[in-house]
């Protein structure tokens, strides 16, 4: 069955970094585009990363552009996402999602930053 499995959450003090992984199974990995999606407790859950199946660019929420890093290898049916400069308002649950003609969604996995 399809599974998108995150990993790598924690706790990261103000500037640390992270580095997220989410591996899939039960199904093409490298027909689908990858994103990255994250919600804090009482708001929506936000688009922060995405990155095509095949070519093209990647894109970014302004709220971390410049900081996270989404990346994809499809050898391996995993995305990840790199974080830097972590920030309090980075924490989050963070959620990898796949897409083409459907959506599959990860479990989530937990980012506290604190000091």
């Known amino acids: 069955q399809v599974q998108l499995v995150e990993s790598g959450g924690g706790l990261v003090q103000p500037g640390g970094s992270l580095r997220l992984s989410c591996a899939a199974s039960g199904f093409t990995f490298r027909l689908y585009a990858l994103s990255w999606y994250r919600q804090a407790p009482g708001k929506e859950r936000e688009f922060i990363a995405g990155v095509p199946s095949a070519g093209g660019s990647t894109n970014y929420a302004n709220s971390v552009k410049g900081r996270f890093t989404i990346s994809r290898d499809n050898a391996k049916n995993t995305v990840y996402l790199q974080m830097n400069s972590l920030t309090p308002e980075d924490t989050a649950v963070y959620y990898c999602?796949?897409?083409?003609?459907?959506?599959?969604w990860g479990q989530g996995t937990q980012v506290t930053v604190s000091s």
């Open positions: 999602k796949a897409e083409r003609t459907l959506s599959y």
